[in-house]
Each structure stands twice: as structure tokens, then as C-alpha cells.
């Protein structure tokens, strides 16, 4: 990035810290003239348009790659004019916006990240996902409820659709099985995924929300019992096995027939299959009215349902309310269709 268009808006920032010394000039509100208030307000959104402007002509010079980082530290700022402009450019840089942001998202204050958060939210709501969101539960066919909910969530917590597909990523593993030339089978696609892969347990970030969203869980490797199980049910259906999950608490398993008899497999640590002793010792902690659920397969709606719990409690950990309220928003959307 040239240096020298950075000065525009170093400029602009101490221009915006002028107007914010004036406004603490320590003068008691008693002594001040009649209309002073209301003279300090229109010079503050008179800096907000000049401000605007500045950046609107500074911006055209430069390439959108090169704004980014400039508009984002303008999120937080003073004027309500400002941001409202920079809202507008962030907004038009699109998909861009979402493949820069793994490099500047983390030198934004915490306000300010909270701000993109924000607008990327309410872009969300306006590209009317909410309805596609309330549309997969009715489809027939689990696998695909189970895929195109988790593109879904996965876009909500981009804020737009991510710039990479989930489907194409699930297509592109599947055909990497598919040459490797090993049995289709479930052991061989579980070794597959869990050790040639490393698809892994993310032990050091357990709650990191980014967990429970199954493109940056194939991006990096690291993910939950949860997500890294629906991957391995998705990879076999297009594999034509029948691989499904097991929703006991604590630990999400997923299952499968082998060798004539159903077998458990712990995607967390390494896909391997539980032994008669684990599998009796899993019966002996759960509760009556749960060991149903060791020969239930879960459905799509009962594995999102479980992701959206899962990213409501990493939210509140956080403290991102916004981003709690719309999971728990989804969650409710999903409870209403199902039980219509």
C-alpha cells in the first residue's frame, strides 16, 4: 500500500479528534451562549460531510483493496454522516469485502469489529436468507437440509455468501477419495478424512464459534465432534455410504455398519471406531430417556438445531449479543417450521 495515500486520512482522524477536543472544551453547560449547543451540533455534522467528501474523492484514486483497510478504521467514527459513508463503500465492495477480511479483521478494535459485524448482519437480513433459511427444513432429502443448512450458516456468519461454496469443497474431497482408489467403505473414508486429511479436533480453541461453520472447518482442519462428523456423513452420501449421527450429549458421534454390526466413530479424535468397553461405559453415563439416542440416527434438523445451541453459548462467551440474538433467532425460526 503507497504511503503517501495514507495521509489523506491521517489528516482526516485529527481533524475528527479537533471537533472532539471541542466538544470537551470543559466550558459548564450553564455558562455557555443561547445556541451554543445547536452551533456545536452543525459543526459536527458539517465535519461529518467534509469528512465524507474527503474520503469519497481519496477513495476514487485508490483500488478497493487498498481502501479497506482505511474505511474500516472509519467504523467507529464520531460522525453518524461518516458512517453512513463508509457503511455505503464497505457494502460495495462485496465479495471483496469478505476475502480481505482474514487479514485485517484482527488489527480493528473491539468497537470496530463489532461494527462490521454489525452491517455485515444487517446485509444478511436485507439479501432475505431468513427465507431460505425457513424453506431447507421442508426438503426431502437429509443430506441436502443437512448441506445447505450449514451453507447458510456458514454465509450468516460471513455476512454475505462466502466467496467459496460449501458444495464444491464437499465435491472436490469426495472425488479425492473417489481417486485415491481405497475401499468405499466407512473405515477406509473415516482414515481418509482423519488421518490422510488431518480433519482434527480443534482442542486448543474448543469454542471458537468459527468451529461450528463447516467451510472454515475444512479450510483449517480444526473443528467440533459435531461438524466434523456432519463432513464425514456428507463425504459418504456422495460416496453412496450411510453414515448418520449419533446426538448423544457431550460428545456428537456418528455412526455406521461395519463388519455386520453398527459402530460408533469419534470424528474428534482421529475417527476411530469405540470398542465394546467405550460403547458400555457410553451407556452407563447416559440418562434413561437418552439411551434411545445410541440407536436413533440424527436428523438434519436435530444436528443443526445442535450447531445453532453451540454457537448461541460460543457468542455469549464472547460477548457478541447481536450475533446470540440472530442464532437464537434462527434457532426459533427452525423450531416454528418444524413444529408447524
Not at 83 to 101: C, F, K, Q, T, Y
Not at 200 to 220: A, C, K, S
Not at 286 to 296: C, M, R, S
Amino acid at each position: 500500500m503507497a504511503p503517501k495515500r495514507s495521509a489523506p486520512l491521517a489528516n482526516a482522524s485529527s481533524g475528527r479528534s479537533a471537533w472532539a477536543s471541542a466538544a470537551a472544551d470543559g466550558t459548564p453547560a450553564s455558562t455557555r451562549r443561547p445556541g451554543a449547543a445547536d452551533a456545536f451540533e452543525n459543526a459536527q455534522a458539517v465535519h461529518g460531510i467534509l469528512l465524507a467528501e474527503m474520503a469519497r474523492e481519496w477513495c476514487c484514486n485508490m483500488s478497493k483493496h487498498e481502501q479497506l483497510p482505511y474505511l474500516l478504521q472509519l467504523l467507529d467514527d464520531d460522525s453518524p454522516v461518516v458512517r453512513e459513508h463508509v457503511e455505503r463503500e464497505l457494502i460495495a465492495l462485496g465479495p471483496d469485502l469478505l476475502v480481505s477480511m482474514p487479514e485485517w479483521e484482527k488489527r480493528l478494535s473491539l468497537k470496530q469489529r463489532a461494527a462490521l459485524h454489525s452491517l455485515l448482519s444487517r446485509r444478511r437480513a436485507e439479501e432475505s436468507d431468513r427465507r431460505l433459511w425457513r424453506q431447507w427444513p421442508l426438503f426431502e432429502d437429509e443430506s441436502e437440509k443437512l448441506e445447505t443448512a450449514f451453507q447458510l450458516l456458514s454465509d450468516f456468519q460471513h455476512g454475505w455468501k462466502t466467496p467459496i461454496r460449501l458444495c464444491e469443497m464437499l465435491n472436490n474431497l469426495s472425488e479425492e477419495f473417489y481417486g485415491s482408489g481405497r475401499p468405499m467403505e466407512p473405515v477406509s473414508l473415516s482414515r481418509f478424512l482423519f488421518i490422510s486429511k488431518r480433519l482434527r479436533g480443534n482442542v486448543d480453541d474448543y469454542h471458537d464459534p468459527m468451529n461450528n461453520n463447516l467451510i472454515h472447518v475444512m479450510e483449517t482442519g480444526l473443528g467440533l465432534p459435531i461438524t466434523l462428523a456432519a463432513i464425514f456423513i456428507l463425504i459418504g452420501r456422495r460416496s453412496g455410504l450411510n453414515i448418520t449421527g449419533c446426538n448423544v450429549p457431550g460428545h456428537f458421534l456418528a455412526r455406521a455398519h461395519v463388519a455386520g454390526r453398527d459402530v460408533l466413530f469419534d470424528c474428534f479424535n482421529g475417527g476411530r471406531i469405540l470398542s465394546s468397553r467405550e460403547m458400555a461405559q457410553l451407556r452407563a453415563t447416559l440418562a434413561p430417556n437418552h439411551l434411545h439416542l445410541l440407536a436413533e440416527p440424527a436428523n438434519a434438523v436435530m444436528i443443526v438445531s445442535r450447531v445453532l445451541q453451540n454457537l448461541i453459548h460460543a457468542y455469549e462467551r464472547i460477548g457478541q449479543t447481536e450475533r446470540v440474538n440472530e442464532m437464537r433467532a434462527l434457532l426459533q425460526d427452525l423450531d416454528e417450521v418444524v413444529g408447524a
